[in-house]
Nanobody
Framework: QVQLVESGGGLVQAGDSLRLSCEVSGRTFSSYTMGWFRQAPGKERAFVAAISWRGSATYYEHSVKGRFTISRDNGENTVYLQMNSLTPEDTAVYYC?????????????????????WGQGTQVTVSS
């Protein structure tokens, strides 16, 4: 059974940085595209970033491009999200997820339905 455990969230001030981690077990991590999503209060879960199984391709939601960086360490079964220049609009619960299909990333990388395993989430709160 696949398990994803996120960590690294917290309360920070605007302009600060955080790095989220997500460790995956129960699936061949290096075979799957990974994604980060976030859900703010009263809103639907939304795409933040994705990275292909080898890390050769990355994808970002437009509001985080240039501020956030997704990366992975296949030897450690871990995907990261480095978040810089945080703003109060980045406040949300952040989730990592495993793409359904191995060795593939389709045009649906930004859709929650494209992923079949999720972590429990980690809270990020940015104060102004």
């Amino acid at each position: 059974q696949v398990q994803l455990v996120e960590s690294g969230g917290g309360l920070v001030q605007a302009g600060d940085s955080l790095r989220l981690s997500c460790e995956v077990s129960g699936r061949t991590f290096s075979s799957y595209t990974m994604g980060w999503f976030r859900q703010a209060p009263g809103k639907e879960r939304a795409f933040v970033a994705a990275i292909s199984w080898r890390g050769s391709a990355t994808y970002y939601e437009h509001s985080v491009k240039g501020r956030f960086t997704i990366s992975r360490d296949n030897g450690e079964n871990t995907v990261y999200l480095q978040m810089n220049s945080l703003t109060p609009e980045d406040t949300a619960v952040y989730y990592c997820a495993v793409y359904r299909r191995a060795y593939y990333v389709g045009n649906n990388y930004g859709e929650t339905a494209a992923y079949d395993a999720w972590g429990q989430g980690t809270q990020v709160t940015v104060s102004s």
